[in-house]
């Protein structure tokens, strides 16, 4: 390769770079700003994510939370922010990937992946809808039935949740319903380039099962509610991820028929 040849890949490269950081200082401008709102609602935020809780006790007048270290609360509404500046600031980052990768895509490429990326939210905020409104009311009523009430003979015991718990306790089911929403994206993308069929995807279903299952007590606590809320909703995308596999099987045997028909010509 001659100096000319390393001069000329070299400035390419050199753009990729000015590219990628002026991309990255907008993610993080959004992330910030995002951060930053977010930090001054976070009580509010913090009590809208008490209502599953309050869902379960029946009444607010009967929801107590504590906090033991003085800062405990302060770094609360910390994660409370970046928690809420991610989620404000995604359709920026998101646009921002796009914008950095779509010059590199051809046109086609580029109408096949808006696409998925577009359907990203949308099922991370589904799974998360579904923590909020069924799943973490379930699993805050199972904690409480815990409770006794005391006695003759029996001690009262009685849940009273610290805040950074509660709050690392939604945190967690919703990113672990969101990620593994993301499932029929995932499945689909590797359908697009080949590496996944929706045959080798039926045969590796009972595999599928017993990983999903296995997942969902890494990602959830211990207790069976949330375990199962979350395998059956990914083994349903499984089967979902499937039918979309085969729909871009039988589009892209279409484009070959069609492409062959008119090389005959």
Same mark, same amino acid.
């Given at each position: 390769?001659?100096?000319?040849?390393?001069?000329?890949?070299? &400035?390419?490269?050199?753009?990729?770079?000015?590219? #990628?950081?002026?991309?990255?200082?907008?993610?993080?401008?959004?992330?910030?700003?995002? $951060?930053? $709102?977010?930090?001054?609602?976070?009580?509010?935020?913090?009590?809208?994510?008490?209502?599953?809780?309050?869902?379960?006790?029946?009444? /607010?007048?009967?929801?107590? !939370?504590?906090?033991?270290?003085?800062?405990?609360?302060?770094?609360?509404?910390?994660?409370?922010?970046?928690?809420?500046?991610?989620?404000?600031?995604? %359709?920026?980052?998101?646009?921002?990937?796009?914008?950095?990768?779509?010059?590199?895509?051809?046109?086609?490429?580029?109408?096949?992946?808006? %696409?998925?990326?577009?359907?990203?939210?949308? !099922?991370?905020?589904?799974?998360?809808?579904?923590?909020? $409104?069924?799943?973490?009311?379930?699993?805050?009523?199972?904690?409480?039935?815990?409770?006794?009430?005391?006695?003759?003979?029996?001690?009262?015991?009685?849940?009273?949740?610290?805040?950074?718990?509660?709050?690392?306790?939604?945190?967690?089911?919703?990113?672990? $319903?969101?990620?593994?929403?993301?499932?029929?994206?995932?499945?689909?993308?590797?359908?697009? /380039?080949?590496?996944?069929?929706?045959?080798?995807?039926?045969?590796?279903?009972?595999?599928?099962?017993?990983?999903?299952?296995?997942? &969902?007590?890494?990602?959830?606590? %211990?207790? %069976?509610?949330?375990?199962?809320? #979350?395998?059956?909703?990914?083994?349903?995308?499984?089967?979902?991820?499937?039918?979309?596999?085969?729909?871009?099987?039988?589009?892209?045997?279409?484009?070959?028929?069609?492409?062959?028909?008119?090389?005959?010509?």
């Amino acid at each position: 390769m001659s100096q000319d040849d390393i001069e000329a890949s070299r &400035a390419p490269l050199i753009e990729h770079l000015i590219e #990628l950081r002026r991309r990255l200082l907008y993610s993080v401008i959004a992330l910030a700003i995002g $951060f930053v $709102f977010c930090f001054f609602f976070a009580a509010d935020i913090f009590n809208i994510l008490l209502k599953p809780y309050e869902w379960a006790v029946g009444s /607010v007048k009967d929801l107590e !939370l504590i906090y033991t270290a003085p800062q405990e609360y302060f770094f609360t509404q910390l994660k409370i922010a970046l928690f809420g500046g991610l989620f404000l600031s995604f %359709p920026v980052i998101a646009s921002q990937i796009y914008m950095f990768v779509a010059p590199g895509l051809y046109k086609n490429e580029r109408g096949a992946f808006l %696409p998925f990326l577009v359907a990203t939210p949308i !099922l991370f905020l589904a799974g998360a809808s579904l923590v909020y $409104f069924i799943t973490m009311p379930l699993v805050m009523e199972f904690f409480l039935s815990m409770e006794q009430a005391g006695g003759e003979g029996q001690a009262r015991i009685q849940l009273v949740a610290r805040v950074s718990e509660y709050l690392g306790l939604i945190m967690t089911l919703i990113f672990a $319903f969101g990620l593994c929403f993301q499932l029929p994206v995932l499945l689909t993308l590797l359908g697009r /380039v080949g590496l996944a069929t929706s045959e080798g995807l039926k045969t590796k279903r009972k595999y599928a099962i017993v990983i999903t299952f296995a997942v &969902a007590a890494f990602l959830t606590p %211990p207790d %069976p509610i949330s375990q199962i809320g #979350l395998a059956l909703p990914t083994l349903l995308l499984y089967e979902i991820s499937i039918i979309s596999v085969r729909m871009i099987e039988r589009k892209r045997l279409q484009a070959e028929a069609e492409a062959e028909a008119e090389a005959a010509e």
